[in-house]
Nanobody, 126 residues
Framework: QVQLVQSGGGLVQAGGSLRLSCAAS????????MGWFRQAPGKEREFVAA????????YYADFLKGRFTISRDNAKGTGYLQMDSLKPEDTAVYYC???????????????????WGQGTQVTVSS
């Protein structure tokens, strides 16, 4: 089992930045690929970013256009999502997720993930 606890959401003005954190406990964090998803009111959960277990490879949703950065610190058992140049349309509940992997994989589908954080609200005002 892996438990994921998120922090770092909040209210920010358009153009601002936030960093989300996802602290893992339980089984070895470094054996798990990690992803971030978001869900806006009335919409389906969508993929945001993913990272391999070592942090060597990352992948982003096309709509981000380089505004977000996913990273991880396996020594601290924590993953991060740095969000810059935020827009009102980025307003959503953001979720981190982890999936046990045996190699350098990452996943973009929520069904591939085994463990989920509790979600954190990000609100971007115009």
């Amino acid at each position: 089992q892996v438990q994921l606890v998120q922090s770092g959401g909040g209210l920010v003005q358009a153009g601002g930045s936030l960093r989300l954190s996802c602290a893992a406990s339980g089984r070895t964090f470094s054996s798990h690929a990690m992803g971030w998803f978001r869900q806006a009111p009335g919409k389906e959960r969508e993929f945001v970013a993913a990272i391999t277990r070592s942090g060597g490879m990352t992948y982003y949703a096309d709509f981000l256009k380089g505004r977000f950065t996913i990273s991880r610190d396996n020594a601290k058992g924590t993953g991060y999502l740095q969000m810059d140049s935020l827009k009102p349309e980025d307003t959503a509940v953001y979720y981190c997720a982890a999936a046990y992997v045996t190699g350098a994989y990452y996943y973009t589908r929520s069904q591939e993930y085994d463990y989920w954080g509790q979600g954190t609200q990000v609100t971007v005002s115009s």
